[in-house]
């Protein structure tokens, strides 16, 4: 019953450097969220893909980009890393109609 | 976009003591959540509440959906240190796109020194 995988755990990347985070679920959940938490800032979405083949922006998706491969996973990469995008990313997925997500255990970024 | 107010920001809790700390928005919506962090973890659902007026209980948490549909509260009976961590209430709208659900700003609930 692993639920919602999330890879790596943590990173440290130089600014200007790229990486994808990998996530992948196991639910059969039709959607997948990408959110970042920052101190005293909440859970604010980044990308979302409500389903298999599409995806669409959240809240903060400057200097993101996103790729839903297939039903099971969906990854985040920033192409060039900046300070300011030092946090901890967290995905999600859900079924069709709601009823609340699942999270994986969160990538803990830092870049200098 | 809708915007979720989450009360108090900040808690200390006494074991034994009951807290609680509540949501409000300006939009009406047609779920209410209540998810709890633990450090280093991503969040857990705790309870999920679908009708206005709606009072659920899951052991020693207890959560209402408001009656105006814009405001829910969680309440924790008897404290204990396990408590601790950071409590997120979230909204969904009826048929939300994606099934995006708008997050509060989080409780975090620290032990008494």
């Known amino acids: 019953n692993a639920g919602v995988t999330q890879t790596p755990k943590f990173q440290v990347l130089k600014t200007g450097q790229s990486m994808t985070l990998q996530c992948a679920q196991d639910?059969?959940?039709?959607?997948m969220y990408w959110y970042r938490q920052d101190p005293g800032m909440g859970l604010r979405l980044i990308y979302y893909?409500?389903?298999?083949?599409?995806?669409d922006k959240g809240e903060v998706p400057n200097g993101y980009n996103v790729s839903r491969l297939n039903k099971r996973e969906f990854s985040l990469r920033l192409e060039s890393a900046a300070p300011s995008q030092t946090s901890v990313y967290f995905c999600?997925?859900?079924?069709?109609?709601?009823?609340?997500?699942?999270f994986g255990s969160g990538t803990r970024l830092t870049v200098v | 976009g809708q915007q979720l107010n989450q009360s108090p920001q900040s808690m200390f809790i006494q074991e034994g003591e009951d807290v609680s700390m509540n949501c409000t928005s300006s939009?009406?919506?047609?779920?209410w959540l209540w998810y709890k962090q633990d450090p280093g973890e991503g969040p857990v659902l705790l309870i999920a509440?679908?009708?206005?007026?709606e009072l659920t209980s899951n052991g020693r948490l207890t959560a209402q959906f408001g009656i105006t549909r814009k405001d829910s509260f969680l309440n924790i009976s008897a404290s204990i240190p396990s408590d601790v961590g950071i409590y997120f209430c979230?909204?969904?709208?009826?048929?939300?796109?994606?099934?995006?659900?708008?997050f509060g700003g989080g409780t975090r609930v620290l032990v008494k020194p």
């Open positions: 999600a997925s859900s079924r069709t109609g709601g009823y609340g997500y699942t």
């Open positions: 639910m059969n959940h039709n959607s």
């Open positions: 893909s409500a389903s298999e083949g599409t995806t």
């Open positions: 939009s009406i919506f047609n779920t």
């Open positions: 509440l679908y009708k206005a007026g």
């Open positions: 979230a909204g969904q709208l009826f048929k939300a796109a994606g099934n995006k659900l708008t």
